[in-house]
């Protein structure tokens, strides 16, 4: 499962490295993803909506058995 998470965060990657940051997989916990957020992201107003509109919605249709993605 960890390896079709990380392809999925390399899809996000991209859009997140233009803007100066980056997502690190920190762990997978059943069915909830723990990242990090790296470089411009990590103290960014905007990186709970990165998280949840970006990061988790492309994680879920590319792994549909995971319910969650927390920023540790």
């Known amino acids: ?3 079709k998470i990380e392809k999925a965060l390399n899809k996000v990657r991209p859009m997140l490295q233009r803007d ?3 997502v690190e ?3 997978v ?3 909830v993803v723990k990242v990090r957020l790296q470089g ?3 103290g960014c107003p905007m990186s709970q909506m990165t998280l949840k509109a970006g990061i988790e919605r492309i994680i879920r249709q590319e792994v ?3 319910t969650e993605v927390k920023a540790v």
């Open 1 to 3: 499962m960890r390896e």
């Open 20 to 22: 100066g940051g980056n």
């Open 25 to 27: 997989l920190v762990d």
């Open 29 to 31: 916990e059943g069915t």
């Open 40 to 42: 411009a992201c990590h």
């Open 64 to 66: 549909p058995e995971i």
